[in-house]
């Protein structure tokens, strides 16, 4: 080979090097973006909304000079909902995604700034101070729909919310459920907190097999012939929620520091199962978001419990009615 034409075959090395190296990474950085994609979904653009009507807007702005520290609980946000009996609307917990940007246009309008979980938990430990008018947007669950639809709603009004998974329920593929890859982009936009929301699982509680919620009930031991005791108990729940809370962290997120009681207000706790319960779940979490059977402030006999009453929005909740809600809490 000549020395004019050496530097030709390196060159020519060079390049079928290149090209291999260019065929090897596309098909991987193709894979990449699509898993992205699909796992992440598309979000799409909130909807416009008729202007607020004068008097409305009045009453929404004349709550400004109330100090209010709330909490809201949606659960799912849906483009449309489906034509259903009305009666049953009182109690479905979708939302439409336009009711959500009424919501959030009546919380701009009445002086609201949302606030982080990290911003709540501090608050609760007596390490922060939270804003004249607050208001923390819970999420339950882990659905794509809190991505495709609630997120942009977040992101137009300026705001944030804190969404609470059962880590059992986070799947890797694109579905009903958030896989940890969204959850991690979710919480990289600055907007989304995330939470533990305590399991719905069951356990047996008498010899015939009888079952009710793990967080809840005393599970039956068959070995003993008896059933758990209260030490036994808060022992098994400190270890579940621990799990959960190490399984968040596992996955490169930030440690969660507030939790959120699976229950509905169908299902009140008396205040000495909610104290046994709740000391066992503070001890790894600032605090924890429940609801009642009625509207209750997140006042300061319930800060100093370390529990954070939530209003539950169902989807018949107008942007009036959720205002109404939040200025007739019912009293301590």
Known sequence: ????????????????????????????????????????????????LAPLAPALRREFTAARSTPSFVVLGYHDVLKGLPRRDPEEDGRRVSVSVAAFVAHLRMLQVAGYRSVSAAEVADFVTGHGVLPRRAVLIAFDGARWRDWSYADPALAAAGFRA????????????????????????????GRWSVGVAGTRASVAVDAAGTRASALLA???LPEGGRAETAAEFQRRVKAGVDAQRQTVIEQGLPA??????????????????????????????????????????????????RVLPRIEV???????????RIQNLAAP
């Open 218 to 220: 005393r599970r039956w």
């Open 1 to 48: 080979m000549t020395l004019r034409a050496r530097p030709f075959a390196v060159a020519s090395w060079l390049a079928i090097a290149v090209l291999t190296i260019a065929m090897l990474a596309v098909p991987t950085l193709t894979y990449v973006y699509v898993r992205e994609r699909v796992q992440l979904g598309s979000q799409q653009s909130p909807p416009r």
């Open 314 to 324: 169902y989807s018949s909740t107008t942007d009036e009615m959720l205002f109404n």
């Open 256 to 305: 969660p520091r507030l939790y959120s009681y699976p229950f509905q207000p169908r299902y009140p706790l008396d205040s000495a199962r909610l104290a046994e319960l709740n000391g066992t779940v503070t001890a790894g979490f600032a605090g924890a978001v429940l609801s009642l059977v009625q509207d209750e402030s997140a006042d300061a006999r319930w800060v100093a419990k």
């Open 162 to 189: 804190t969404i609470f998974i059962d880590p059992a329920s986070v799947r890797s593929r694109r579905g009903v459920s958030l896989s940890w890859l969204a959850l991690r982009a979710m919480v990289k936009t």
